[in-house]
């Protein structure tokens, strides 16, 4: 049984034969109804066809539109259906079965026997026109590329997705066939090896290529070689030169002339735009390249915009030379990871007003070593003259006794000062790049264990010889705390000094009060996580319990789950004057479960030890969620 043919094939197929895009609909009409239904092959595949014509072909066409390949317009004659891509089609199948031989030029209008709309054409002239074009080439294959070829060597139509590959490889074959049917092999090559002396390797290698392996060749050509490059503009000159001997002696323009003269065009014009991207690409490189060195320089912190004006060895910046989207995703590729579990090349940090800085992953410590030495002596010494005011007159602070006040006021200083360094070195992705890019020294490590280091330790701060060194700056009756007692008794009377005592205690229970808060939350929050299910804590518990405890005799088994227990209190008990300064996460949680059956010889003998550790966790985050710390 002979297949069906669709509507679009029929009416490409009657295009075909009067060569034209504009299709009359009446005149089409009556064609299909007396081919359908006959008794030749074409009408047995047009039976669907034969009944209501006209409706069917109505219906059919409303499709087609739909899909964008035809249109219907009425030009005063008549309803006249248009292909708009008919010439497109014929063009693509012309080059398709295209003879490689040099006696044939490039199709163009005369030869296809079409003439293509002006609004559908895209007049180009081979050369630098060319070259500008390769460099921003239209997208669509409509309009045509209808290329112009200098010294009378005529014309050619094709397609905008034929250029540059798939027309250079028909260039290429085309010269290829030249030189085997002229004979000329030889004579370019001797006249190659007289102008590169000294280089006869290359140019032998380059015309092997050339004729042997011409993807070798192109790749040679648009990797930018030199070598390569310049003996194929030489090459090219040789062609056309020879062409317009071969024409001056026979006084006549043959299509051999026109093949060759088209194919060193194309060849030329196409190896010049190749060598310009290759210098283009390899120029974007440098650029790129030194705007991520530049990150590793000082001062070693830089904004998205310090990237955007990067200048490159033009003297251009790097957004007006590539675009906002370009830069912009390769700003995106340094500062995202390319290997699971490690830091990208470059991290961005944002401010709470919004500002962002990059850092280089490398420079992230040494930065903030360089940030802590340039203001360590400015907050100093606004911690002394902040002291030295309060001792003149006679008064004191929480800061001045508890190493925690103290360690809150350096850090409002901190954040004055640097807000860059008070961002990047309380950032938990530091404590990451601590880990990946070290060794270093204790000075120098911002995180210990994944905790903050706190302020007063990177700046080797000491309260008590801070104080003491404000004392001694002042009058010597400063130094006695019961002359300056009774000083600020009568300067200020007793109501004020019991008010300073009450704000100080008051300050001192808020902040046990908050941190109290703070853990139950944040245990309530990691119990839910780790509970399954439609599971109750206690009956969690008691399952785990079972787990890990297999004592044969429940009296037995009882008594070690309360000795585990109080093992857990004591352990928690210890610890729970650090916890309000901590954030607590599950890690804090699993490593405190390890460290409690670490500290006991019976419990590291229990086989399910890892029942026995959620079991641990478990109790730890109930007794924390009800907790007072």
């Known amino acids: 049984m002979l297949d069906k043919i669709d509507l679009y094939t029929i009416l490409r197929s009657y295009a075909n034969k009067s060569r034209n895009a504009r299709v009359p609909l009446d005149a089409f009409i009556r064609f299909l109804q007396n081919m359908a239904g006959g008794d030749s092959p074409m009408g047995k595949r047009l039976t669907d066809w034969a009944i209501d014509t006209r409706q069917k072909v109505i219906d059919g066409l409303e499709k087609l539109i739909h899909q964008q390949k035809v249109e219907v317009r009425d030009d005063g004659n008549g309803q006249m259906v248009f292909l708009p891509y008919f010439y497109a089609e014929v ?15 490039l199709p163009d209008e005369k030869m296809l026997r079409i003439s293509v709309p002006s609004d559908q054409i895209r007049p180009i002239v081979a050369g630098a026109a060319l070259i500008s074009y390769l460099s921003n080439p239209q997208t669509s294959i409509i309009p045509i590329i ?72 192109v790749s040679s050509i648009s990797d930018g070689n030199d070598f390569s490059f310049q003996a194929c503009m030489y090459l090219c000159q040789l062609i056309k030169s020879y062409v317009e001997e071969q024409v001056e002696r026979s006084n006549d323009r043959k299509p051999v002339h ?15 735009y190749y060598k310009a991207a290759a210098l283009d690409a390899k120029e974007k490189e440098l650029a790129f390249d030194g705007a991520r060195l530049m990150v590793l320089e000082p001062p070693w912190v830089y904004t998205i915009k310090d990237i955007f004006s990067y200048k490159t060895q033009k003297g251009r910046t790097l957004i007006d030379a590539y675009g906002e ?44 070593s360089k940030l802590m ?38 850090s409002k200083q901190v954040s004055l000062f640097s807000p860059q360094l008070f961002l990047i070195a309380r950032d938990k992705r530091t404590a990451i790049v601590q880990e990946e890019t070290g060794p270093y020294g204790i000075s120098e490590q911002v995180f210990n264990n994944y905790r903050p280091v706190p302020w007063r330790i990177l700046f080797k701060f000491r309260r008590d010889t801070i104080l003491t060194s404000c004392r001694f700056s002042l009058p010597i009756w400063y130094s006695f705390p019961v002359i300056v007692k009774i000083i600020a008794f009568f ?73 585990v227990n109080a093992l857990v209190k004591n352990y928690l008990n210890s610890t729970l004057a650090v916890l ?25 003998k229990i086989n399910d030890k890892n029942s026995l550790r959620l079991y641990i966790k478990i109790y730890l985050l109930k007794m924390l969620a009800s907790a007072k710390v």
Not at 91 to 105: F, M, V
Not at 182 to 207: N, S
Not at 259 to 265: C, K, M
Not at 536 to 556: F, I, P
Request: glycine share 4%; proline share 3%.
């Open 91 to 105: 063009i693509e199948a012309a080059y398709t079965n295209l003879d490689d031989s040099a006696e044939i030029p």
């Open 580 to 604: 309000p300064r901590t954030t607590l996460t599950e890690s804090i949680i699993d490593d405190m479960s390890t460290n409690i059956i670490g500290l006991n010889d019976t419990l590291k």
């Open 146 to 217: 209808k290329l112009n070829f200098p010294n009378s060597n005529g014309s050619a139509l094709m397609l905008s997705n034929q250029l540059p590959e798939f027309i250079l490889d028909i260039a290429l074959k085309k010269l290829r066939d030249s030189f085997r049917r002229q004979g000329t092999l030889d004579f370019f090559t001797q006249r190659m090896l007289t102008r590169f002396r000294g280089q006869d390797a290359h140019v032998r290698e380059f015309i092997a290529t050339l004729v042997s392996h011409p993807n070798e060749f």
């Open 325 to 368: 989207k370009e830069v912009g995703d390769f700003v995106k590729g340094l500062t995202s990871s390319k290997i699971d579990m490690q830091m990208p090349q470059i991290l961005k940090f944002r401010s709470a007003g919004g500002e962002e800085w990059l850092v280089s992953k490398e420079r992230v410590i040494p930065l903030c």
């Open 491 to 563: 300067k200020y009377g007793p109501k004020i000094l019991a008010e300073d005592a009450k704000t100080q205690v008051a300050a001192s229970k808020k902040g046990n009060e908050d941190g109290s808060e703070k853990i139950k939350t944040e245990a309530r929050k990691i119990m839910k996580d780790a509970l399954p299910s439609g599971s109750s804590t206690d009956a969690y518990l008691e399952s785990l319990n079972e787990r890990w405890n297999q004592h044969l005799v429940k009296k037995d088994r009882d008594k070690i789950k309360r000795d």
């Open 258 to 272: 026109i093949t060759l003269g088209q194919s060193a065009e194309l060849l030329l014009s196409i190896s010049n």
């Open 373 to 410: 030495e340039e203001i360590n002596s400015t907050i100093l010494q606004e911690i002394k003259n902040r002291w030295t005011k309060k001792l003149r007159d006679y008064r004191s602070e929480a800061a001045m006794r508890y190493d925690d006040d103290f360690e809150e006021m350096i």
